[in-house]
């Protein structure tokens, strides 16, 4: 199957939620083939099967409401139309990303990623749930059809989540229901983490309160001689967790992996890179600039995720 993707062939394999067509985004115009043989407009995005959601940051402009989502439902019957960053050479301003949640694609893309994607019918007809299924509506042109996997086919599409700068929309609800997208979506109380709770968590509670007043904040560090230590009940408590730095993020998701969903550092949200230690670098006015900066992002983000149309 690698080798007949590799060499630009369309394969037809099970989903969890129904057939798909895929071809390797590695060949260049291997997307137009899975458009003709469906007699799909060019115009139209496909989606693209990729092996871990880090990959989606090669393309796809940062949003924070896309990696909560994608964080509590991939592998899973969500797909996130996102935009596409500039520069980036893609046939479209946008496009959609996936985690499928079936053993088939899920070993495959452990051998090649990514892949376009869309489901294995024709243009207005009704996607196909069985080999049999895509073998009567594409008699020529699909190069294999992979029968293995098609009894955990459940015959309702992936639920289209868009996520752009003016807000969260449900393009088409699917396996996933909206009110779990809503739930995730819903960030009431936030949990600020540095390493001893003196400095740069405590800037951000009290930044943010500022910012944002309607919210409910906390600061904890990890660190055994800190100021408030983090712990169980708090990370059960906040909807969402930040902290100063990447090293953070790791030991936070380790000590409290019921809670790693929740977890992200500012170098992820704002991309400025970690807020250092001030006690560290000396730096005490350039470590406040940065953390404000971020604040801000975060801000844009958060706004971002309760302008929704969901």
Known sequence: MVEILKSGGVVALPTETVYGLISFYGIEG???KICELKGRDFHKPL?????HGDEMRKWAKFSLSAWILARNF???PLTLVLEIKEGIHFPWETAGFRIPDHPVPLKLLEKISPLWSTSANPSGKKSA????????????GVDIIISQGEELVKGIPSTVVEVGKNGVRI???????????KKVL????????CEENRERSVWAQNIFSKMLPSLKILSAGISPT???KVNEKDMEWADLIITMEERQKSILINRFPSSHRKVFSFREIA?????EDPGVSGNWEGVRKKLEKSLKILKEELEIASCNRL
């Not at 393009?171 to 997208?181: D, P, S, T, Y």
């Not at 991309?271 to 807020?275: M, P, S």
């Open 129 to 140: 749930t069985t080999a049999r299924e895509v073998s009567d509506y594409f008699p020529q």
């Open 271 to 275: 991309g400025l890179g970690d807020i």
């Open 74 to 76: 991939w592998p899973g």
């Open 186 to 193: 819903k960030i009431y109380k936030i949990l600020f983490v």
């Open 226 to 228: 800190a100021r408030y």
């Open 30 to 32: 291997s997307w137009k």
């Open 47 to 51: 989606a693209l099967f990729i092996r």
């Open 171 to 181: 393009l088409r609800e699917g396996l996933l229901k909206v009110e779990e997208v």
